[in-house]
């Protein structure tokens, strides 16, 4: 399960239904096996632009992305 968290909306799917990540000068970038998107507009830091990567290759069943968190954006279990 993939949870990102933005202000006081929450976004879960299932890590089979991720395709591809990717960062964008605005932010974040999601694509969904469906074909859905989903953009978000958030601050471009160093910490963010590691998020498309670990998404791609980590193999955790529970990644929550937090992005009210500056400190520690991602957790993983």
């Not at 970038?29 to 989903?38: A, H, I, P, T, V």
């Not at 507009?41 to 632009?49: F, N, Y």
């Amino acid at each position: 399960m993939i949870t990102i968290k933005k202000l006081n909306m929450q976004f879960q799917f299932a890590s089979g239904d991720f395709v591809s990540s990717q960062d964008t000068p605005d932010g974040l970038y999601f694509k969904f096996k469906d074909g859905s998107e989903l953009i978000l507009s958030v601050e471009k830091t160093p910490q963010l632009q590691t998020i498309p990567m670990m998404l791609m290759k980590s193999t955790a069943k529970n990644i929550t992305i937090d992005l009210n968190n500056t400190k520690q954006m991602i957790s993983i279990s």
